[in-house]
């Protein structure tokens, strides 16, 4: 398929680290705010539930556009099969993050593109597995204090201190673990015949 330069991309979403991922590849987009109900359906999947949310952010936006390529994504973190909240207070943090001493955490991405002329919608869902080192609590504590990450899923955020309570980390992209997975969302886009390594 030949690439061409000339379809407008969106992303359906305000978040300042999603924004920055795709800068990365380009800064030709405009980012959009998507109307969409997060809320889980009864007995969703995790899997089931990212999915459905970044294809639905991404025809929120679409709705609103005649042409483009627009990108839908939607992230949580699952922790021996319960979905991870925000702690929103520095003694949640702490539980949770005392609960993730020496365990796994695995953020499930959930990444949509979709043609806005064509309809096409394309989705997947990208698994990324963090490994904590046993942690202490003087650490737990210092942590919490110097990053303060009180609105993050899961108290921690991996694109800052975050790396210093890991011992491996397991996926095949680590921008999905921020939010937004380039290796899935280039290759969707080349999809679309759009090659932002041509076409920045």
Not at 30 to 48: G, M, V
Not at 120 to 146: C, D, K, M, S
Not at 175 to 193: D, H, K, Q, V, Y
């Amino acid at each position: 398929m030949p690439s061409h330069p000339s379809l407008p991309l969106y992303l359906a979403s305000t978040s300042v680290y999603r924004q920055r991922l795709l800068q990365k590849l380009t800064h030709n987009f405009i980012a959009l705010r998507p109307d969409t109900d997060e809320t889980p359906l009864p007995a969703e999947s995790a899997t089931a539930l990212v999915q459905r949310l970044a294809a639905a952010k991404a025809q929120s936006v679409a709705a609103t556009l005649h042409s483009g390529l627009v990108i839908g994504s939607d992230q949580v973190a699952v922790f021996q099969n319960t979905l991870l909240g925000k702690p929103h207070t520095a003694s949640n943090a702490k539980a949770q993050l005392t609960l993730f001493s020496g365990q796994a955490v695995t953020f499930l991405t959930g990444l949509a593109l979709l043609n806005v002329a064509t309809g096409n919608l394309q989705t997947v869902v990208e698994p990324f597995t963090v490994h904590f080192r046993e942690l202490t609590e003087p650490e737990i504590t210092a942590y919490i204090e110097r990053e303060q990450p009180l609105d993050c899923a899961g108290s921690f955020k991996s694109e800052g201190l975050g790396i210093s309570l890991f011992r491996k980390l397991e996926g095949d992209d680590p921008n999905s673990m921020i939010g937004l997975p380039l290796i899935r969302l280039l290759a969707l886009l080349r999809n679309e015949g759009v090659n932002l390594l041509l076409h920045p």
